[in-house]
Structure formats: structure tokens, C-alpha cells
């Protein structure tokens, strides 16, 4: 790996890979990040990279979609490796507005994968996907990654699809390919439309936090630096042709969930003169197609990588709940 391009890499989790990786001793190589710099985009998640990183990172403002510009770009920078985080990725705009995911999720991920086949280069390829594609486990076993995929909402069909795609690509042309499917990632800087971060972030101001359904669904959460650490393991280590589940073992309800993240809040800036934050927390009218259950058996990940996740969830969220309170005026708008 010498020259690696990081789709979406102004996104949450990309963003968080984009400085793990200028940082890893294992890697002398270049960073190229393609981001199209959506509303989920932000540049100042990468504050600072670009100088202390010198010539070893690019930042490419664009679009996957872009049929001309993203062959041309593996060209110009002489890419051999494709880390694929771009995406449309929130579960309630994809019911409200599927096409966008079927653009750039879809169709994004065809334009890099043909881009990837077409290069002399042999160029490997590695997706961000998530442990959504498997759909609900309410009721049944821990998916493993030969569990069929039964996704439920329009983002997680469209994930399901582009990887599908992928392995196809990987059969059919001998694509050199890998992807991780991760549960549920939390951290700072993530944007505040997502679960955790609305939670804090309301717990913060004081105001009503609203909880879908009954809040019983239950999710597994992943620290965002180590989802950047696994996917680096799996770059440097993994065999070609497999995907990885990436659960940290943390299932939490989605009550249990958000009342650790105001208790968080409450740790960092003290009592609330209206009592405890998690007094905050509303059940709401709940999600179509919500799914009850997401689980994972991450073994594959643990015996042939040796990943296991280093933050806890109680320590993750305390690290979360304390950048969330000192970058409110991020969030004010
Ligand atoms: P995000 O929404 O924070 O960031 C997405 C990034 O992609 C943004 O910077 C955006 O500008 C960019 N982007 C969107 N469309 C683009 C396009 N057409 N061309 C170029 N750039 C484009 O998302 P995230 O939470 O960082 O998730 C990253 C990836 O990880 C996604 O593929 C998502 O499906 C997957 N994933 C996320 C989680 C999670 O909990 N956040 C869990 C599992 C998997």
C-alpha cells in the first residue's frame, strides 16, 4: 500500500481513519481523500492534517459519482489501494429520500469499483459497510458473515446492494476486494443528526431527548478509533475475498444507551438544576421498518486479525460526552 484513496474521508468514521492512518507506523504511503463534502461533510474534522502531514495527504473535492474525474484521479495519484467510506448513511433521510442513496451508495460504488477494474494497477478495494445489511435479529442468532442480508430500510438495502455488487465484481473479474460490516460507531465530531450525538447534544441544552418506539431496540457500539484500527487490520492483514464483522461485544437498548450518554453529560458538566439529564429522555413516535435487533458474532475478526475493541463503551461515551460539551457552539446553527 503506498498511494490509498479514503472515500467521504470529511465524514465521521472517514475522517477518524484519514489521521489513524497518517499516524500508524506501518504506513509510509500517500492519503488521497475524495469527499464531495455533502452536509455530512466537514472540513474541519481534518483541522491541522494537511500541514502536519505534508506531501502525504491530498484532499480532492468531488464527487464518487463522477464517471470521468474518478478514474482520472486513481491515475494521477497512482492509487493502489480504495478504502470506501463515502456515503449517504442516515436511516431516516433514506426513508424520506431513498434516491439519494441509491445515487451515490449504488451507483457511487459502481463508478469506483468499474474505476478500480479498469486501472493497470490491480487495485484492491475495501468497503465500509455495516452490520445493517443482515437486517433484524430479533429473535434470531448472531449474524456471522455468511448470514444471508435482509436489510430493512433503504440506506442498509443500499449498502447490501453495493457490496453485492462488489463481491460480483470480485468473482466475475477477479477484483481484489475486502469489507467490514460494523455495528453501530459513536465518538466525537460524529454529526448531530445521529443518535448518540442528538442525545448529548440535547442533554447538554437541557431540552427533550426523543427516544423512538419503545427504546427497547437493541444495537452494539463500536468506538470510532477502534473501527479505524480494524479496518487497518484488515488492510495489513486480512485474506482477500472476505468480509469481517466488526461488533465490539458492547448491546446496549437504545434507552440504556442514551441514558449512559446523559449520565455522561452529567459527569462532565455537573447536575442539571432540573435533576438528573436522563429525566430528559421522551419515547416518540417510533421509525418505519425499525429494527429491534442488530447482533453480531465478531470472532472471525478476533481469531484471524486479533482485533478486539480497546475503548470501552463507559469510557467511550465519557471522552464523547466531554468533546460534545466543549465543541457546543460546533452545533449551534
Ligand atoms: P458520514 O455521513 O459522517 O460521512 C459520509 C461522508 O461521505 C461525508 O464526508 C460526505 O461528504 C461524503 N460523501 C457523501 N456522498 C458522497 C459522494 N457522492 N462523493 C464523495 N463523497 C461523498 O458517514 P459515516 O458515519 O462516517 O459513515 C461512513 C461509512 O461507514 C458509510 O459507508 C457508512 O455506511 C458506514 N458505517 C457507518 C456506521 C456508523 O455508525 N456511523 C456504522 C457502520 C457502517
Known amino acids: 500500500m ?22 500508524e507506523p506501518g504506513f509510509s504511503g500517500r492519503v488521497v481523500n475524495l469527499d464531495k463534502l455533502t452536509y455530512a461533510g466537514d472540513l474541519r474534522r481534518l483541522s491541522g492534517v494537511a500541514e502536519q502531514a505534508g506531501g502525504r495527504y491530498v484532499f480532492v473535492h468531488g464527487d464518487i459519482c463522477d464517471q470521468e474525474a474518478v478514474p ?14 463515502a456515503a449517504e448513511s442516515h436511516v ?7 434516491g ?15 474505476a478500480a477494474l479498469a ?22 442468532s448472531d449474524a456471522c ?29 477477479g ?42 431496540n437493541v444495537r452494539q457500539w463500536l468506538y470510532v478509533n477502534d473501527h479505524s484500527r480494524a479496518v487497518w487490520k484488515i488492510l495489513s492483514g486480512a485474506r482477500e475475498g472476505r468480509a469481517y464483522n466488526l461488533g465490539s461485544g458492547t448491546r446496549l437498548t437504545n434507552r440504556e444507551a442514551a441514558e449512559a450518554a446523559c449520565d455522561a453529560v452529567d459527569s462532565v458538566l455537573g447536575p442539571s438544576p432540573g435533576g438528573p439529564r436522563r429525566n430528559l429522555i421522551r419515547c416518540v413516535a417510533d421509525r418505519p421498518g425499525h429494527d429491534r435487533r442488530y447482533a453480531m458474532d465478531g470472532s472471525r475478526a478476533e481469531c ?4 478486539r475493541p480497546e475503548v470501552s463503551f463507559s469510557e467511550g461515551i465519557l471522552r464523547s460526552a466531554a468533546w460534545y460539551a466543549d465543541n457546543a457552539a460546533l452545533f449551534e446553527a
Open 2 to 23: 503506498q498511494n490509498l484513496l479514503v472515500t467521504g474521508g470529511c465524514g465521521f468514521l472517514g475522517a477518524d481513519f484519514v489521521r489513524f492512518l497518517l499516524a
Open 72 to 85: 482520472r484521479l486513481l491515475d494521477l495519484h497512482e492509487v493502489d489501494t480504495i478504502v470506501h467510506f
Open 92 to 98: 431516516d433521510r433514506s426513508i424520506t429520500s431513498p
Open 100 to 114: 439519494d442513496f441509491v445515487r451515490t451508495n449504488l451507483s457511487g460504488t459502481y463508478v469506483l469499483l468499474q
Open 119 to 140: 486501472s493497470a494497477r490491480n487495485i484492491r478495494v475495501h468497503l465500509v459497510s455495516t452490520d445493517e445489511v443482515y437486517g433484524d435479529r430479533e429473535g434470531l
Open 145 to 173: 458473515e455468511d448470514t444471508a442480508m435482509h436489510p430493512s430500510s433503504p440506506y442498509a438495502a443500499t449498502k447490501a446492494g453495493a457490496e453485492l455488487l462488489a463481491w460480483a465484481y470480485g468473482r466475475t473479474y
Open 175 to 216: 477484483l481484489r476486494l475486502t469489507a467490514s460490516r460494523s455495528s453501530n460507531v459513536f465518538g466525537p465530531f460524529q454529526h448531530e443528526e445521529k443518535f448518540l450525538p442528538m442525545v448529548m447534544r440535547n442533554a447538554i441544552r437541557n431540552k427533550p431527548i426523543g427516544l423512538y418506539g419503545d427504546g427497547r
Open 304 to 307: 484471524e486479525l486479533g482485533f
